[in-house]
């Protein structure tokens, strides 16, 4: 018998992520599944890849509620944002790994700058990013933990190694990241419909009005101890899953002055994540595609050094659902429960 | 330590999904690798999907040949039609899954009729689809072989059933399927150009010269002892994987007698896969979905008799990688080696 | 000037494909646009690719109603099934083009069959099909014409010649079909969002329920004098537009008896069609792609004879808004109006 | 009978769209159509959208070479980098387009580093990018002219207004812009292979190593006298058509100090395309996306004030093969020719 754990918000894209996950997870043991609307229908209805486990055939999703809930002794929440803070005041002892925005900024005037007048700031968990300095044993030790945007995983991770390092400087970054349509939800939208998608990109949110824009200054100027400005634009892509994120930042005096200012940007990243099991810089002369990850907790990092126009350039590549959601939370529950961080997960996305 | 195999022919799409499956796989470990012309190159420069792997990292493809291939205590060949007979000749005594035609055809003359008069016929091997009666004890018997086609697999898990429980017609069924790109393997052909297959189907090999067609007719002749022609049309469809198959077929005088038709077919489905952990009757009302089984093993199958045209009309879908080639490979080698069954594999698709 | 033309039900996927035509139409003038819940809204907000033309650019959908509809000497309904007719009866002198269903079905049970309890038989109209024998005629003098479906159309179009020929037996037709998304329309549904539908190949309406299945027997009958009997199973691709069909019957003794029975097929197609200036008998060898008819008026057939299943098999391409619902509806218009029957068409589709 | 033109290269991508806008327009008559590898081959073969016109059906491409080219009065050139130079000398005298990077680029020592040191550079012709300000003038009057790249197109229209009201500063512009694949051509190579692309994003040529970027330079610094310099990345994106290009540059204090940097934005852009038949600022609100101009001349641009980052960010979107190929050479004909601009062009894309 594994560790017991309840998934909220089950029905959506994230949510059904967790489920796979964890329907293969060896020391995890899925107890209540729930939904909002959908909460009495049958998840294999709604996730018919799900079909043929015992957890979910013939099953249907329960009410989102505390009391089926707590059972559990650790709790994913993928719940609308507003709706995870108001749920987890209903669970004061669960351990909870959050992937709605609720937790993640730490400034006020920021959340309601950019999450509106109307939701109240719920405060600030520990921040689930556990590649980035020492984030991981603060995560272990935390009850609660706020799931990083697919956004904010994907450009961070390619961003923070050469802040660290001091080869690029924090002050005008600029990030255009492409995400496949899974990353909006499994909303009824007319912009999101197949007819609208396929063999279209478009873009949205533009001008710095995206809401993980704070979320990446925020955690790139902790791990920086610089005060980080930038843009960033998110496009539509015609896939179901996936970021690509370009990260662009200018290059410090310090990597210019370097024999090989390429290198030196290939160094940091690699000396970063040379002993994680799901970040990996490409070797020399490939390039990140979102197929290399998908439907993996996989990262692929790549970058170059372009000395006319002065700026360090850094592909990274997410799955939306996985590192930048469903994979990273139970990457984050298994630190949480002393379990090896990789269980459950793979680092090889499914491809082609 | 597990078992030791090796995978021929490595550097192809179905080749790659082994090495992933494998990659996870708790029993199983990697010895070779192996290419044709790919032979030296970086293994990871040809899957990126792999990087992160200690079996892969760094690692280059070797040739292909016996007497590396022969270390192994299985060997898994994904090699062109043709080549896998000759590489078998020279590796008498090892335990093969052959994921080639050589070995699927009993007749010579049908053999030579749809692969031509130049390769020689190289006899029969145990035929490897498990979920056909009786299949499973000979498969864990066989020292050698032979995966059935993607297309094969796919028809045959749709129409064997009905046609053992005597409610469709051995004599004018008829089979359209669609494939994703991947099942046409990485050739370099204008056709397979993402420019060409997106937004855009087309048919292909019209006209009863696919070569599953015989290995379809067989199979299901075999399964039900009745003689079976059929009419089969493949598809290219604008996906990396999946194959849907519609496998129509005249309902017999006892289906249309049947007090529920409709009901009779699914029955007949779900008696035959009741613990099938890989293949599954969807819930009455949900029709089968490609993306459901992306990336796994599992097969979906669901029913439909339609009195007016008095035929019985079953769709079923697996991934052409996953259960119609490496997927179903693995399930071989788990039986072959006296492994569970499902080990290193799952049902669950990656969707959306 | 040109003829003045309305357009009701303009906010939908064949109603914005008839203002991309009108657009570029040389002898028509669009004088309304209308639309149901849209109303109100303008009409580059919902059809981006049309900004740039006075008739869209700040002009907003104007409400469906016949006193502003009635000034267009020709009207075009892209409505829902049920609306048309009601429209129709306060426009009883108008000259119109329907592309819902009401007016397709001659037989009031099957009507109500398919259709449903609730709506009434409307009768049938001028079937608007011109590559049919006799329908040119037909057309020009008709006051009121129904556009048929886009499976119907697709359908039709391959096997009315082989049938007229004597070629293919009317008892036991087959037809499987692929569609685009937009074939669905722009309606809020999960299962047409971009997340569910890229890279995932489904079945729908199985077992005889489509509500082309009547219309493709009828007017198959009509054009043999024969009584067609037939399976038809859609099947939703992922790609925004295109019909890829394949039609398979039995060849008669005729047809077997030919020399050869390929190029009978082929003969039979290719005189049905010699004339025409949008369906197109491909070169011998080629095989129909979605593609080549992307965006356009073109349908395109071939052909092959299957003598061991006994089966002749065409496969045909249409664009499901082009040739399958609005480009046909205007090559019906210039039909009726008496201006050339290309006029605005083009039979050349986007590719790649 | 209309304006002899004829067009070399024409098995590739940008070609077959020459071919098919060509087919369509009013003033201009085919009179050769040649390649090179593809010579003798049947044209609809190879682009089977072009399936039923007199100028196509059983015709074959000609081999590329002067004497049957010169017979035109206008050539259209879609060959690859080098080979234009090498025609344009045999055809001292005709028309040209050329599609092709030879006469782009004034500076011979960029040219090297970007084309290599072995094709020798061949000087600059008029740069045919007709929305650039007195571009038109130059393009109607001059006998030879070099169409832009497909990314250059999509970017100066965007930025092009900004630098030259003073808005945007010139020496810190960022670009990334995403591609359909038909951009790349129709090589075979692995990468463009549909299995490797469909559901996947990734970057190529990053680092400004692309060759559009010192075109993109050289043409906005010439339009604004001032000394641009920039960071271009592109991106593959899962689609045949269509770029998407985010642009970006820091706001000059001017911009800042405006009551409204955001509307002084749009009323640069839409200053400069006001009276332009194929470029269109879309509405405030709407952002542009690929599909709206897919198959189409037109070109759609939107742009937000990012007051936070500093930034501006135009987002601008053309068909590659549109008005980033074969439209805008087309275009480029009427003008040269004493055509209506926009003969045989449209503006409205192919949608949904």
């Known amino acids: 018998m594994g560790t017991r754990v309840a998934v909220a918000g089950a029905s959506g894209y994230a949510g059904g992520e967790l489920l796979r996950l964890l329907a293969g ?28 486990h015992p957890a979910f055939d013939g099953v249907n999703f329960a009410a989102t ?19 995870s803070a108001k749920l987890a005041d209903a669970l004061p002892q669960a351990r909870i790994v959050d992937l709605s925005a609720d937790f993640r900024l730490g400034d006020a005037e920021t959340w309601h700058k950019f999450y509106g007048a109307d939701v109240a700031h719920a405060g600030r968990w520990a921040y689930g990013l556990p590649e980035l300095p020492g984030a991981k044993e603060n995560i272990r030790q935390a009850r609660t933990v706020a799931a990083p945007g697919c956004y904010a995983t994907t450009s961070i991770l390619a961003l923070a190694p050469l802040l660290a390092a001091g080869l690029a400087e924090p002050d005008d970054i600029v990030i255009v990241a492409a995400s496949g349509t899974s990353g909006a939800g ?15 990109m478009s873009a949205y949110k533009v001008g710095g009005t995206h809401r993980h824009t704070p979320e990446i200054e925020q955690a790139l100027s902790e791990a920086s101890g610089l005060e980080v400005t930038l843009s960033f634009t998110p496009t539509l892509a015609p896939m179901p899953r996936g970021i690509l994120a ?45 197929a290399a990850v998908y439907g993996s907790n996989g990262a692929h990092v790549q970058a170059a050094a372009d000395l006319h126009a002065g ?15 469903a994979g990273q939370a139970v990457q984050l529950a298994n630190l949480m429960l002393g379990l090896p961080e990789t269980a459950g997960l793979t680092t090889h996305g499914v491809a082609p």
């Open 65 to 83: 509620d505390a009391a089926t809930l707590g059972e559990a002794e650790l709790i994913f929440m993928a719940l609308p944002h507003g709706e």
């Open 246 to 290: 370009t990260c662009t930042a200018k290059l410090t005096k310090a990597a210019t002055a370097s024999a090989d200012p390429g290198q030196a940007l290939r160094d940091a990243l690699g000396a970063a994540y040379s002993t994680s099991p799901f970040v990996h810089l490409l070797p020399d002369g490939q390039w990140p595609a979102t």
């Open 186 to 200: 499994r909303s009824l939208r007319t912009d999101l419909l197949a007819s609208e998608v396929m063999g279209s």
């Open 25 to 52: 997870h060896p020391d995890l043991e899925i107890t209540a599944v729930s939904a909002g609307s959908s909460a009495g229908k049958p998840i294999t209805s709604i996730h018919p890849n799900l079909v043929g």
């Open 311 to 325: 700026r360090a350039v850094v592909i990274s590549t997410t799955d939306n659902l996985g590192k930048g959601a």
